[in-house]
Nanobody, 123 residues
């Protein structure tokens, strides 16, 4: 069993930055793909980025390339999503999720989910 806990959301002004954390428990976590998804009010959940512990591969949705970066901390069993140059359109609940390789962008492919953390970008 894998449990995921997100943290780091909040209110930030346009152009600002936030770092989201996804802490994983369970011995399988460090062998999985970790994906970040977001869901804005009235919209479907959408893929943001993904990272493979095993291969180190990262993959980003086009609208966040160059602004968002995934990193990991092996000692803390955590994956981070650094979000820079935030825009109002980035406002959503952000979820981390996990699955075995390979990387997929469809949320239905992910087995384990965190509870989500709210990110609001507003002046």
């Amino acid at each position: 069993q894998v449990e995921l806990v997100e943290s780091g959301g909040g209110l930030v002004q346009p152009g600002g930055s936030l770092r989201l954390s996804c802490a994983g428990s369970g011995r399988l976590f460090s062998s999985l793909v970790v994906g970040w998804f977001r869901q804005a009010p009235g919209k479907e959940r959408e893929f943001v980025a993904a990272f493979s512990w095993r291969t180190g591969t990262t993959y980003y949705e086009d609208s966040v390339k160059g602004r968002f970066t995934i990193s990991r901390d092996n000692a803390k069993n955590a994956v981070y999503l650094q979000m820079n140059s935030l825009k109002p359109d980035d406002t959503a609940i952000y979820y981390c999720a996990a699955r075995p390789l390979p990387i997929f962008t469809e949320s239905s492919r992910y087995l384990y989910w965190g509870q989500g953390t709210q990110v609001t970008v507003s002046s």
